[in-house]
């Protein structure tokens, strides 16, 4: 089983940027896909990007794209979520989730169910 820490949320005006990371410890294959979603309560969680551990290829969901930029360090088993032009909106306990991807194409990286291992998240609040 991987364990997943996220870090690195926090309070931030509207406008302002914050980068979250997720530090993935145990073993994963290198078909292991890291991805961020999010959730507010009484709602779903929400995908927001996923990146290939192996070939750091990205996905993002259509509200994020150009504001938020997934990245891997594979060094230091980390990846992280750079988020931009934070509105009130983006307010949310942000997710870092894990899944093995082998018997999957990439349709399935934008699916909660694919990952099978959470971080404890990390709360983001954006004040206008």
């Known amino acids: 089983q991987v364990q997943l820490i996220e870090s690195g949320g926090g309070s931030v005006q509207a406008g302002g940027s914050l980068r979250l990371s997720c530090v993935a410890s145990g073993r994963f294959f290198r078909s292991y896909v890291l991805g961020w979603f999010r959730q507010v309560p009484g709602k779903e969680r929400e995908f927001l990007a996923a990146i290939r551990w192996d070939d750091g290829n990205t996905y993002y969901a259509d509200p994020v794209k150009g504001r938020f930029t997934m990245s891997r360090d594979n060094a230091k088993n980390t990846v992280y979520l750079q988020m931009n032009s934070l509105k009130p909106e983006d307010t949310a306990v942000y997710y870092c989730?894990?899944?093995?991807?082998?018997?999957?194409?990439?349709?399935?990286?934008?699916?909660?169910?694919?990952?099978?291992?959470w971080g404890q998240g990390t709360q983001v609040t954006v004040s206008s």
């Open positions: 989730g894990g899944g093995d991807s082998l018997r999957y194409d990439s349709t399935w990286y934008y699916r909660e169910a694919l990952y099978n291992s």
